[in-house]
């Protein structure tokens, strides 16, 4: 069980990576520390990575989770790439719900193969974000 969260400086988001079984504690010290990085650097980029996740979190934890997103990001400008394990349909099936209760409370949020095409869509958001 396990997670990672740093800045990255290309392209410049918050990453969180999920490896073995993520764990309902994963998820919030994720969110605490992503929180806390986005806010000490004014970044609202996130790149979430859970390729080498062997198992999911419950959809109580992702509900939650969003809900404590909405009431912490910065609204618009919050964007999240979301990395799903190829041929993982029980992962990109919670990937989706995940997706989902983001879009609903406003948070763009979406759910990508590979992690090539996460990382372009959030050069892409950062762009029309502007400076």
Request: some cysteine.
């Amino acid at each position: 069980m396990g997670c990672t969260v740093r800045l990255l400086e290309e392209p410049r988001c918050i990453e969180v990576r999920g490896f073995d079984a993520v764990t309902t504690d994963d998820v919030a010290t994720a969110l605490r520390l992503g929180l806390a990085l986005a806010s000490e650097h004014d970044v609202w980029l996130v790149l979430t990575d859970i390729t080498e996740a062997t198992s999911d979190p419950s959809v109580v934890t992702l509900f939650e989770a969003a809900t404590q997103l909405e009431q912490a990001a910065a609204g618009r400008r919050y964007r999240q790439a979301l990395v799903a394990p190829a041929g993982a349909a029980a992962s990109l099936e919670t990937a989706r719900f995940y997706e989902d209760a983001m879009v609903n409370r406003g948070l763009m949020t979406r759910v990508f193969g590979t992690r090539a095409d996460a990382e372009a869509w959030l050069a892409e958001q950062a762009h029309d974000l502007g400076p």
